[in-house]
């Protein structure tokens, strides 16, 4: 096991911000067209921000571009995701533009570049002992189940990566992943699970019965 502490930790977050703050500077022309974009299509705000749990449960604020619409129903709940995100909200989740303000994340030292990726905090108690261990390490902006399947992956499939990453990490697979994550990106895999616009909630490690299946954004 590669614990991400001491110094292995500190070389990590050094290289992270390092990255995270050239990529901010170098794609900031894209950033700026994507905002254009969601704001021409969407309006305002222009980001999703949603508290997410990070390195050993600790609580942060995840920003990313917006690619829904936020249409409610009758009672005041939102819509189920594929009726709320737009056709532009596609093609940027297609490109993981909506993914880039997660560089903001990354600066700040909340998140990496390559982990786990953080999910809501409602599923803290829904798992496992085992699949809890995907918080031993600071969350990803791309991981090891990103690169092998993403959210085309049942969720058991997708925490088993997510440990296996934990037990096996090192600079060396960051920079694997993070060349697969480019790859992954121009081939378009895995942006969706089948059925579903986005990813179907968890609900425990029981599989969910086809009427649970609600979808995440």
């Known amino acids: 096991m590669h614990r991400q502490a001491g110094a292995r930790l500190f070389l990590k977050q050094c290289i992270d911000r390092v990255a995270a703050g050239v990529g901010l500077l170098l794609l900031s022309p894209v950033m700026a067209t994507t905002a254009l974009v969601i ?11 949603q508290v997410r749990p990070g390195r050993g449960g600790k609580l942060f604020q995840l920003v990313k571009f917006r690619t829904m619409l936020e249409a409610r129903d009758a009672d005041g709940h939102p819509l189920p995701d594929g009726q709320r995100l737009t056709r532009a909200g596609r093609m940027l989740r297609a490109a993981s533009l909506d993914e880039l303000p997660q560089l903001w994340n990354v600066l ?9 990726r953080p999910l809501l905090v409602e599923y803290l108690p829904r798992y496992s002992a085992e699949q809890a261990r995907r918080h031993d390490v600071l969350p990803g902006i791309t991981g090891w189940a990103q690169v092998n399947g993403r959210n085309s992956l049942e969720w058991d499939d997708r925490f088993r990566l997510d440990v296996w990453y934990v037990d096996h990490w090192s600079v060396a697979l960051d920079v694997k ?30 599989p969910p019965s086809p009427s649970q299946k609600v979808e995440l954004e």
């Open 108 to 116: 700040r030292g909340d998140m990496s570049l390559v982990g786990p």
């Open 39 to 49: 704001w021409a299509t969407l309006g305002r705000p222009i980001l999703f921000r």
């Open 177 to 206: 992943i993070l060349a697969l994550t480019l790859l992954r990106v121009v081939q378009r895999q895995g942006i969706s699970y089948a059925g579903s616009a986005t990813m179907f909630e968890f609900l425990g490690s029981e």
